[in-house]
């Protein structure tokens, strides 16, 4: 019996399955740049000026980039860049550079007027946007007026990772107004594979590459288990359905996909909060008024249980992911796999997705 190990927040947990129930493992592909690699493609960034680097988000790929930064400054004598973060990620952040030397504090955010800035990011897939690049990530966070226009333009009530989508173009426009720089990272689960600097209009172009490292031509299948591969993209359950958008075109109509994400951190989307409240209707996401946070997965979930169903091992009350959103709970990955043998028979096969933030299949 082989033993699958796949990220569930901070830790990692086994999904026990006999070779006769893989159908097969899919893990997220590509070249990993080398320390010297990466430095290199940082010498275009002006670090003799006075630089606060904005963490957008707290993963192992921007924890890696921004201490090679670090390193480049060290080693040329040149001023240690500040570093800021949400108050939310402060103490990870603070754990992950533990030199008293290097200034970490909260950023705010009517700060994003400022000429040097730094935003660093990791460009994945979006379902609304085709890509989350840090112009996407920036406009969610200040532009709610333009996230509605955004969610008007969307190409209809699916997700669609990995598109070339004209609602990047409004997440575009809305970051050229800002004098600011961008430090894009693309990586998996073992490391970076490609980093690009300047504004965020001009990084957004790393989207080119993504597709190619990422794309996986499966077919589709009756079960997938479905890990997002970090523990950044599954502490909220808004986060971690991102890996399901991306591995949806592999699940046959009526089959079953389980996604592994811990969500220690909630729900993550108050469009989902108010729908789980009953404040937030069904109707009301196809013609909104206002752009509520994570309005989008919210209808890109109950669009998509139409096709196929989807269970999830969480922490997450039953309350919210059975009774509310329908989806099928279960306390762990034996669980899961015992419900996949019981349901669909003992010789079901299932494929096994252990980076789905990482991947895109078709």
């Keep these: 019996m082989p033993e699958i190990w796949l990220s569930y927040g901070p830790t990692e947990v086994v999904l026990d399955i006999k070779a006769e129930n893989l159908e097969r493992q899919i893990t997220a592909e590509g070249t990993n740049l080398s320390d010297s690699e990466i430095a290199s493609k940082l010498q275009s960034i002006d670090l003799t000026k006075p630089t606060e680097i904005v963490i957008l988000e707290s993963t192992k790929a921007v924890q890696k980039v921004i201490s090679v930064l670090l390193e480049i400054c060290n080693q040329k004598s040149l001023p240690t860049p500040k570093i800021l973060v949400d108050k939310s ?19 705010d955010n009517s700060q994003l007027t400022g ?39 969307k ?22 107004g800002f004098e600011i720089s961008a430090l894009e990272v693309i990586a998996n689960s073992s490391g970076i594979t490609d980093v690009s600097t300047g504004h965020p209009s001009s990084t957004l172009s790393l989207s080119k ?3 190619l490292l990422t794309i996986n031509d499966v077919g589709k299948h009756r079960i997938l288990f479905i890990s997002t591969g970090k523990e950044s993209s599954n502490e909220t359950l808004s986060r971690s359905l991102s890996a399901l958008w991306n591995c949806a075109n592999a699940v046959k109509e009526e089959g079953l996909a389980i996604l592994l994400a811990e969500c220690k951190n909630g729900l993550g989307s108050e469009a989902i909060l108010q729908y789980a409240e009953g404040r937030m209707s069904l109707d009301r996401l196809k013609n909104p008024a206002k752009y509520v946070d994570g309005m989008e997965n919210l209808l890109f979930l109950t669009e998509m249980q139409k096709q196929f169903q989807i269970g999830i091992v969480s922490i997450l009350p039953h309350y919210y992911t059975k009774d509310k959103l329908t989806m099928i709970p279960f306390g762990g990955t034996k669980e899961s796999m015992e419900y996949v043998l019981k349901t669909y028979g003992e010789r079901q096969k299932a494929v096994i997705v252990s980076d789905g933030t990482h991947v895109l299949l078709r």
Excluded: C, W
Aim: hydrophobic share 35%; net charge negative; glycine share 8%.
């Design 89 to 107: 990620n402060l103490h990870l952040v603070k754990n992950m550079f533990s030199d008293p030397l290097i200034s970490i504090s909260e950023f």
């Design 115 to 153: 000429t040097n800035l730094m935003f660093v990011g990791e460009m994945e897939f979006d379902g609304l946007f085709g890509y989350s690049t840090i112009s996407t990530k920036l406009l969610r966070k200040f532009g709610k007026e333009q996230m509605l226009e955004a969610y008007e333009k």
């Design 155 to 176: 190409n209809g009530n699916l997700p669609h990772p990995g598109e070339d989508l004209s609602t990047i173009e409004v997440a575009k426009k809305f970051t050229d």
């Design 209 to 211: 590459s993504l597709p």
